[in-house]
């Protein structure tokens, strides 16, 4: 939050009430149960957080420093942290965002500065931390800038590509982004979509058949199509999910007691429990974990099989991804061929 406000200081915001951080987070947290695609395009916590720190060097790669520092605080050991270049940039991005004037920070410094950012936080809190960019689905335009700045910043930080934003609009008619995932599989570079989120299973399909994903983002409405459903299963697909976002965005019912994360558990699936946007959802990974808990009736073994399933689904080089699995199983006193 003080980063937030700092930065807002910078360009002129004036924050009411009590105090900073209550306004603060009045603007900028999503807490009560609504409709995603509405909330997020009325909602003043899109324009605030990113008008306060687009264009800004020394904000952009502070958020990245202290999103290290916070994990680490929550006991997490890695971590991947997604996020669109071209949302912060002020230059060489049509149009500019948030009806900026043209500045001068580009996509490609943004993601220098938030890899920075990153590997300092590493050093100082002893995690590892990457970075996965964003295409938008409302720019297109964007798609083929996003792979390309993948593919440069590879060996830098950045471990895959993901599609994010309003899932009604779909890659048949934005060529664009089946263009920009075709060069990430022929380049090596790893993939992720939001998908079945708020949009029927139809979307988790073409995320999987067309754009070739290799994870999820989400994907609860997967379950609406049995045959699509089994055929995940069967090949081990990583889905994403979020049980305290899902609520919060009108995703699924707000009855965590008849969460499809439940049925995902019981089929044993591949999946991970996020935080989505810690920010936005003033939320910690401990508060997801709580949550599945208390209402979804998961067991420590079950938050240890979900945890290596994380990792053996992560986006680190084959090697890397060994260490940090062998370090799991160290830590809960399992031999590495242990089945759950």
């Known amino acids: 939050m003080t980063v937030c406000r700092e930065a807002g200081l910078q360009r002129a915001v004036v924050l009411n009430g009590p105090s900073w951080i209550e306004a603060l987070e009045n603007l900028v947290c999503f807490n ?42 929550e006991g ?36 220098h500065l938030v890899n920075e950012g990153l590997s300092e936080g590493e050093r100082a809190f002893k995690i590892k931390a990457r970075s996965i960019l964003c295409c938008m689905r409302h720019m297109p335009s964007w798609s083929m800038d996003v792979v390309e700045l993948c593919k440069k910043y ?35 570079i ?22 070739k994903a290799e994870r999820i983002g989400h ?6 199509d049995q045959v699509l459903y089994k055929k995940l299963l069967a090949q081990n697909m ?12 009108g995703a699924c019912d707000p009855d965590f007691t008849k969460h499809p994360i439940i049925t995902f ?29 208390k209402y979804m009736g998961f067991t420590e073994e079950e938050f240890k099989r979900l945890n290596i399933n994380s990792a053996e689904s992560c986006f680190l080089p084959e090697k890397e991804k060994k260490e ?17």
């Open 32 to 73: 009560n149960i609504g409709n995603l695609l509405a909330e997020f395009k009325s909602h003043s916590f899109c324009v605030f957080l990113l008008f306060v720190f687009s264009g800004d060097r020394d904000a952009i790669k502070r958020m990245a420093y202290e999103f290290v520092e916070d994990k680490a605080k």
């Open 219 to 224: 994907g609860y409405r997967t379950l609406e």
């Open 324 to 340: 940090l699995v062998n370090r799991l199983y160290e830590a809960y006193g399992m031999g590495c061929s242990t089945a759950f």
């Open 265 to 293: 558990r019981k089929d044993k699936a591949n999946y991970s429990l996020n935080t989505d946007d810690p920010l936005i959802f003033n939320s910690t990974l401990h508060l997801d974990y709580s949550t599945a808990h």
């Open 154 to 188: 590879q060996h830098e930080g950045v471990v895959a590509i993901d599609l994010a934003g309003d899932e009604s609009l779909n890659c048949e008619a934005n060529p664009e982004h089946s263009k920009a995932y075709e060069e990430a599989v022929r380049c090596g």
């Open 76 to 111: 997490v050991i890695y971590v991947e942290v997604r996020y669109s270049p071209h949302l912060l940039a002020n230059t060489k991005v049509d149009p500019i965002p948030w009806n900026q004037r043209e500045g001068d920070l580009s996509p490609d410094e943004v993601v």
């Open 190 to 211: 790893h993939r992720t979509v939001h998908a079945g989120e708020v949009s029927p299973a139809s979307v988790v399909k073409e995320a999987v058949d067309v754009l």
């Open 238 to 249: 990583h889905f994403e999910m979020c049980p305290v976002s899902s609520k919060l965005t």
